[in-house]
């Protein structure tokens, strides 16, 4: 079992940016996919962006971030980024770290985001 944690999301004006962290409680397996997905009140948990692979070797976005944001690893530090540029108020909602690893699924408590226009 591992545990998640995020950290980083805050209140940001329109057009700035934030960096979202995820530390994991023990070493990220190179074959987990590392995740980012966001939730707004009485919607459904969306996809963000994913990160495969010790070096990064596999990425995906969400359609509407691509561009904007960019997730990472830092494999020393067991910990998975989301750098977010160029927010927009449509941005706003709880972002969570998932692990998805051999068919089981980790979940951060989560980290809200809020984007004033």
Do not use: H
């Not at 079992?1 to 980083?8: A, H, I, K, T």
């Not at 979202?20 to 009140?41: K, N, T």
């Not at 994913?50 to 067991?78: C, E, Q, W």
């Not at 979940?107 to 004033?116: A, E, K, N, Q």
């Amino acid at each position: 079992q591992v545990q998640l944690v995020e950290s980083g999301g805050g209140l940001v004006q329109a057009g700035g940016s934030l960096t979202l962290s995820c530390a994991a409680s023990r070493s990220i397996f190179s074959d987990a996919v590392m995740g980012w997905y966001r939730q707004v009140p009485g919607m459904q948990r969306e996809f963000v962006a994913s990160i495969t692979g010790s070096s990064g070797d596999y990425i995906n976005y969400k359609a509407s971030v691509k561009g904007r944001f960019t997730i990472s690893r830092d494999n020393f530090k067991n910990t998975v980024y989301l750098q977010m540029n160029s927010l927009k108020p449509e941005d706003t909602a709880v972002y969570y770290c998932n692990q998805r690893w051999r068919g089981l699924d980790y979940w951060g408590s989560g980290t809200l985001v809020t984007v004033s226009s």
